[in-house]
């Protein structure tokens, strides 16, 4: 083969004056007598080219037109009228009833556009770049499905300067195409005064259509799927439809990169109830799943607490007047928080039984401990070691599953044309490091989607479990019998003191208080507040409310600190 690739050269070699060439796996010629290399190479020959192929065949005269584009222009409420739906369909495929959509959210959304003047109503807000046509008009159908605002994830306050200093730097991104009215949903004053939608508020009016619907559905449990990608909202924007393009300033408003947190999809919820003006919720009776009774029993079974301990939390329900649930926004605007009011009923009696003062919890767990039947008794010690080593690693778990979590969208959004190859070579490039890492680990980038679940534990003696489950142990060895009535063994409860505080004025002490707390109590907090996925200090607060509730109806308020457990709950 080489003698054919080397027939035409008949140079001497400049070291031996041989004439025997080869050719190296290079393509590089050497000698075969001194194995000399030189710099002669072989000519590659383009079998792909063809002659001819590139010839210019004719020549159009004119300047030449762009193709045209698919994109027209809408109004910002229009995209988030999308993205609800989707949300709801997600919801509708994961168990919740119809009535849910149709009936409920769909009310509430064109309530809101309303409310906020952007449909349904004969005096519109009119902006200055965008003004409504008569009805028969090709806008007139845009116009009646729309409403509006900047994506307002945690921590953004500076939110108004940035989004008006970028949307300067983009007045020569096209008009062919994007959303009418995105200029007024810039404006800090018009998003405050005209009530605009937000991306963190689209979540907030699913939350406040569950709970007129009563679907055992709480806030917690609405915000783990989406972090778990099971309800559209990070990039939710890639489900619009074709024709309605997102560049330039409208990347400001639909692209968010982190899901909102408990406390502030709650207050935008707050912040709905009172702009919507809705009446009296239905009731939720103690036969919903909504209701803390029986929410208290998921939660119990999450924790791996005995099935003893929710007769003593309904008890202490009742005694706080917990037990009834109507919301009234006319009379109480205040929107409950079922989940962590719930969690917070269970430290309460939690700390009514075992005392959690760092003494009393360990000296019950003691005298459970010498029983004969210490198998059937419920030993906090040991449910301490077991829940203390499933909960860390469910809490490493949580925190690769964020860490491997893919945030950036697929579709890339342009805040502006200038922008546009920096952002798709960072796209490509993060690619690129996306596929060596994924070599290098031999594991999928992304987070696998597992089945969805009501729990966070799996309690049992099945493979795969944290660990066994204690549900069917007693409390005997922490209850005393008085005149055949089951009674407290702890005649003691402390708390900290229940001072009245402003939310609008007063932040959370639970920083300043928490090195002074028993750790047994603390630590009881962060499972509860990992299982509900808030922060410490938001169901610190709640107990402090239960616990205030309790007081003030026993007319138990004293100058000292401790107060006896037993006139914590009725006999």
């Avoid at 679907?215 to 024709?243: I, K, M, Q």
């Avoid at 009379?331 to 309460?348: E, F, K, N, R």
């Avoid at 099945?462 to 008085?482: C, I, M, N, Y």
């Amino acid at each position: 083969m080489d003698e054919e690739l080397t027939a035409g050269f008949t140079e001497l070699c400049a070291q031996c004056s041989a004439v025997d060439w080869g050719i190296s796996d290079e393509g590089r010629f050497y000698c075969r007598s001194c194995h000399n290399v030189i710099e002669r190479t072989k000519e590659v020959v383009d079998t792909t080219f063809t002659p001819g192929s590139t010839r210019i065949s004719t020549i159009g005269r004119g300047t030449r037109r762009r193709k045209a584009d698919r994109g027209r222009q809408w109004m910002i409420c229009e995209g988030f009228q999308f993205i609800l739906r989707n949300q709801a369909d997600a919801l509708l495929r994961l168990g919740v009833s119809a009535h849910f959509k149709d009936q409920v959210l769909c009310q509430l959304w064109r309530l809101y556009l309303q409310k906020s003047r952007q449909a349904f109503t004969n005096t519109p807000v009119r902006s200055s770049r965008f003004k409504l046509q008569r009805p028969g008009s090709d806008s007139d159908s845009v116009a009646e499905s729309s409403a509006a605002s900047a994506s307002e994830t945690d921590g953004e306050t500076n939110l108004s300067s940035t989004a008006a200093s970028n949307a300067e730097s983009c007045t020569d991104w096209p008009q062919r195409w994007g959303s009418s009215d995105v200029v007024t949903y810039l404006t800090a004053r018009q998003r405050r005064s005209r009530g605009l939608m937000n991306m963190p508020k689209t979540l907030a009016l699913i939350h406040l259509a569950l709970l007129w619907s009563r679907e055992p559905l709480t806030l917690s449990d609405l915000l783990r799927l989406v972090n778990g990608g099971h309800v559209p909202y990070v990039n939710a924007f890639e489900e619009l439809p074709e024709e309605m393009k997102l560049d330039g300033k409208d990347a400001l408003i639909f692209r968010v990169e982190s899901v909102p947190s408990h406390r502030l999809v709650q207050r935008q919820a707050q912040t709905l109830l009172l702009f919507l003006q809705l009446p009296t919720f239905p009731p939720i009776s103690r036969q919903s799943l909504l209701h803390p009774a029986l929410l208290s029993l998921r939660y119990l079974a999450d924790a791996n607490l005995p099935d003893d301990l929710h007769p003593w939390v309904c008890r202490l329900m009742d005694d706080a007047g917990l037990g009834d649930f109507t919301l009234d926004p006319t009379s109480c605007p205040v929107l409950p928080q079922y989940d962590i009011q719930t969690a917070a009923v269970i430290v309460v009696t939690m700390k009514l039984i075992f005392g959690l003062d760092d003494h009393t919890e360990w000296d019950l767990s003691d005298e459970s401990g010498v029983q004969d039947d210490s198998e059937n008794l419920f030993n906090l010690r040991r449910w301490f070691r077991l829940t203390q080593a499933a909960l860390i690693a469910a809490q490493q778990k949580r925190h690769h599953d964020v860490a491997r979590k893919q945030w950036k969208a697929k579709k890339p959004l342009y805040p502006s044309r200038d922008l546009k190859a920096v952002v798709m070579k960072r796209k490509r490039t993060a690619e690129q490091v996306q596929m060596c890492f994924e070599k290098l680990s031999s594991r999928p980038v992304g987070v696998q989607r597992c089945g969805l679940s009501s729990f966070i534990f799996c309690w049992g003696d099945e493979d795969g479990a944290d660990g066994p489950s204690l549900h069917h142990q007693k409390l005997d060895r922490v209850l005393t019998l008085k005149h055949n009535v089951q009674t407290l063994s702890n005649t003691a409860y402390w708390h900290t003191a229940l001072r009245v505080c402003d939310p609008k004025k007063c932040r959370s002490h639970y920083l300043e208080v928490e090195a002074t707390l028993p750790r047994s109590f603390v630590w009881l907090l962060q499972l509860f507040s990992f299982l509900l996925n808030v922060k410490p200090a938001n169901l610190y607060e709640e107990v402090l409310k239960v616990e205030r509730r309790v007081l003030d109806r026993r007319h138990l308020r004293r100058k000292g600190r401790t107060t006896r457990s037993e006139d914590m709950i009725v006999s």
